[in-house]
């Protein structure tokens, strides 16, 4: 299982998302450079496991890396792209988890119901 958690902090839950992978692996994203180095640096085992890694980047600007397969499952708590806060990045952002999503993947925004891959919009 692919997992992608977007807008990562300082990566609580990826660690624990990777710690409880037995194959797979789980990449969390954020726009926060501060974030990211403060994920990484909390993160050396897991990171040393292959079972989770991290990016700097925002979910509206987010591409697979060439060869990079898609993730089978996306989670989000408070990211602004996603809960309200900014509609106008929502739909660049559920267009682009369309696209790095597998067809059959689940998404997870906050406490909402959670959606099919096959219900987000195209990336225009």
Known sequence: MRVLE???GPGVAARLVSQK???GMI???DR???AIAAAIAGS???IATGR???RCV???DFVLERGEPQFDLAFAMRVGALDGRHPELEAQALGRLRAVLTPGAVLVIDDATPLSAADL????
Do not use: N, Q, R, Y
């Open 6 to 8: 977007i807008g990562c």
């Open 21 to 23: 992978l037995k194959t």
């Open 27 to 29: 990449l969390a994203i």
């Open 32 to 34: 926060s450079e501060k």
């Open 44 to 46: 050396e085992e897991e």
């Open 52 to 54: 989770l890694a991290f």
């Open 58 to 60: 925002a979910m509206e």
């Open 121 to 124: 919009p195209d990336f225009p």
